[in-house]
Structures are given as structure tokens and as C-alpha cells.
């Protein structure tokens, strides 16, 4: 993931491979989408924010000469070393950062998620906060604007996951028969809305691809024995510095999509609005569409906040 967003060539198939719950890893041996514990930051390294805010460690107030701490960190501090009042690479960091947390929140398997990468949390760069009990690691909650909005961000998306079970399966993906007939759960298409080829996964400038999941595929059943039925989803990946045009594939079961998220609105991501054949992608972003025909980028109880993160 982590390669992938920062723009690292030849990652295509390595990223599909994690969004859909590493099938590659877990599969062959009879485990479960459940196997994959799937985070892009953890308590060694840096925090989500620092990983799109710095290119190097400064570990310095360790006392280690800066010699602790991984030096391997996949990060990108998008052309200014730290904080900056460049507003430019302020709303391009707040866009990788849920580009980040939206891709963690809709791959298959368990996410796993830092405390305090939900609203930006700092640790100024340094990756190995072990010895430190001070502002470093201690978690400042008076949050400005941005860290607010990420906050409000973060919770959506996982309700939206929570809500829907066709973007946490139970199992990997597989063609289903559905009345006497072979249906496909999973696909993956370009920007020009046909299939991939198989070349094209080999092709290391692509940065851009489209996953298909049927909700009518989810292949388990409900307390009464009904088969469970979800909304189908189409997302939609941009690593690419440039914006693309797309051309969406059709619906798997004929209601037209409706856009739920795009990443690249930061005053209002989950803004829901009908779709046309094709749309105009931002760079560096990622877009979720539905084929429900209600509302169902809920926001949730506030009182439940702190326990949904």
C-alpha cells in the first residue's frame, strides 16, 4: 500500500493482491479472508500522518545519533520536510492520508488501525517513540479543522464498512451459481470500463484500476437460512499525479451507480450524486460508488465515537 501511493512503479498487482485479503498468502492453505491483518502504520514506525509528512527519520531526541528507528519507511513528505504552510501540500497530505484510510477500510480481512492516525496524530518524524513519555507520543486532542475533518472522515468509513458485508467477506472471492448460472463477485477493470488484461497487471506505469464486488455473491446465509445480499461496489484507483477520465463498467445487477466517497473532496467526501458513463478522477485519489438506490454513507451516533475507532 505503501509503494503503491507514493507512486513506486510495477505495484499493481501487489496492491490488489493486499486489497482483496491476500488470497496469495492465505488461501492455499484453507484459511480465511479473516488471516489478514491488514494496517498500513503500527506503534514502531511512523504514524499516518508523518508517513506523508517526511521523507526521513528524526529520531535525534532518542539520544542515538539518529541511528534507532527503521530506516525503510516507503514515505513521502510530498515536497516539504515536516510541517508547512504550503496549502498545496497540506490538501495533497490530507488527501494520501485518507486515500491511505480508505483503502486500509475496504480491503478484505481485519484492518488494523493506530490510535491517533484517526485525527493526525504527530510524532514529528520520529519512527522509534519507545523511550519517549512527553508531546512526542502523548495524544493532544484539542484538534484543528483538518484534524476534525479527517476525525469525521475516518468514522464514516468505518460505519460504511460496517454496514455493508460485501466489503468484509467472510470468504475469498470465487464465481458463484446463482440459478443455474455462473456469476461473477469480483473484476477488475481500466479507465476505458473493459476488463484487465493480463499484460496490463505486468505494466509498470499503471497506476490506475477499477474493482468491481457483487453483492449478490457473498455466498453465506442469515439466522433464518436466507442467502445475505449486499449493495454492489465499484472502486475506483487513481495513484497517478494526473486525473483520469473513466469509463464505468456496467452495474452487475442493472440500478445505475451512484457515487458514495471520492477522497478528493475534502470539504465533503461521502457526497453522494448519480453517475454518469464516465467520470473525470482526480490524481492521487480513490472513488467509491454504489448500485443502492438509498443513502448509505450514514453518519453515525456521536455517542458511539470513540468506541466505533
Known sequence: MRRFWKGDSGQLSDFAYRLTGSSDLYKSDGRK??????????????????????????????????????????????????????????KLRERQTRN??????????????????????????NNNCYCQDDDLTWYDWKLDEPRKRLLEFTSRLIQLRKDHPNLHRRRFFQDRTIRGSVVRDIAWYGTDGKEISDEAWSETWN?????????????????????????????????????????L???????????????????????????GDTVIMGG????????????????????????TI
Not at 478484505?108 to 485525527?119: R, S, Y
Not at 492521487?284 to 468506541?307: C, F, G, M, N, W
Request: glycine fraction near 8%; aromatic fraction near 6%.
Open 284 to 307: 492521487r485519489s480513490v472513488r467509491v460508488y454504489s448500485d443502492s438506490t438509498e443513502k448509505i454513507a450514514k453518519a453515525p451516533v456521536r455517542q458511539k465515537l470513540a468506541r
Open 100 to 125: 491511505f484510510l480508505t483503502t486500509l477500510m475496504l480491503s478484505q480481512g481485519v484492518p488494523m488501525l493506530l490510535g491517533g492516525d484517526e485525527f493526525a496524530r504527530s510524532q514529528k518524524g
Open 33 to 90: 479472508p479473516s488471516a489478514s491483518i491488514n494496517f498500513v502504520t503500527a506503534h514502531d514506525g511512523f504514524t499516518l500522518c508523518d508517513l506523508v509528512s517526511y521523507n526521513q527519520k528524526h529520531n535525534e531526541a532518542n539520544g542515538d545519533e539518529n541511528k534507532d528507528g527503521s530506516d525503510n519507511n516507503d514515505s513521502w513528505n510530498m515536497g516539504a520536510e515536516g510541517p508547512t504552510d504550503d496549502p498545496n501540500i497540506n
Open 249 to 275: 463498467p456496467e452495474p452487475p445487477n442493472q440500478s445505475p451507480w451512484r457515487q458514495v466517497l471520492d477522497t478528493d473532496n475534502v470539504e465533503n467526501p461521502f457526497c453522494e450524486a448519480a453517475a
Open 207 to 247: 497506476r490506475s484500476i477499477g474493482l468491481l464486488l457483487n453483492g449478490k455473491t457473498l455466498g453465506v446465509m442469515d439466522e433464518e437460512g436466507q442467502q445475505v445480499v449486499d449493495d454492489s461496489f465499484l472502486i475506483l484507483v487513481n495513484a497517478a499525479d494526473q486525473g483520469v477520465d473513466y469509463v
